[in-house]
């Protein structure tokens, strides 16, 4: 895979006990990062295969990340937030609960991200958008069917080449991204990091919890063990989080849960 992020819900290989671990976000900044990592991960598992529809749905991909990342405020968020993490980790120095080796190595990770981020002129893929034969594709792939052969004779032509060749083409043009997917994956770690899980009940199918005060809640994250049949509706705002178990149908419908349900919780500040 390109790159080792975590997709927001991950489930268990076939015949393994289930385990789910949802995820909702606080805020928008949020919402946006954990898109993104999605997208990266799913173009990561695309590239690696060989046939010339994943290799599609691949460039589908790289130019879905590039709609999401236009947002014009994204590189100087997350240049914003790289620095903020650097200085809070400077902050534990000398402190004898804190493996210095391990917090010198994540410092480094961090300078080198933020390094990397402010290099990139402009936003995310403004690389690519001077590449008019992307940008034909771009421009035509999200119509049903618009990438046929007859509309789009030089994209087919690149479909027929062996699956190296289209490979080394899709990391070439992923490679103006990279940047923003190693900043946003040290991001994202170490906000999963701040949480601590414990174990809650879904009385009935529900749970509520305050949230601490003075304290602002970014992430909430969420693992179910050994019920895949539910599925949680979560809500939250500054103040409480609620989380309603449903449970779906033979067609696949929701309805509420009624069972005790014990899961396990973590606030991510």
Known sequence: MLWNNLPACTRPAHGTRALIRYEFPFNESIRTLLRLEHLFDRLGQLVVRDAALDHHHALATLFE?????????????????????????????????????????????????????????????????????????????????????????AYFAWQQFDAPRRRSDLLRWAASLMPLAEALRLLLTLLRDSGSPHTVLAVAGLYQQSLPPGRTCQLLRLRLNGAPELVPEISGHRLMVSVRLMQQDAEGRLKPSTADTPMELTLCL
């Open 65 to 153: 990340i590039m709609d999401v990342a236009a947002r014009a405020d994204l590189k100087s968020d997350l240049l914003k937030d790289l620095e903020r993490q650097r200085a809070r980790l400077n902050g534990y120095r000398d402190n004898p609960s804190v493996s210095q080796p391990v917090l010198d190595d994540m410092v480094s990770r961090i300078d080198a991200a933020f390094k990397a981020l402010n290099q990139m002129p402009g936003k995310a893929g403004a690389a690519l958008t001077a590449n008019e034969w992307l940008m034909s594709i771009r421009s035509r792939i999200h119509i049903p069917g618009g990438t046929c052969g007859f509309d789009l004779p």
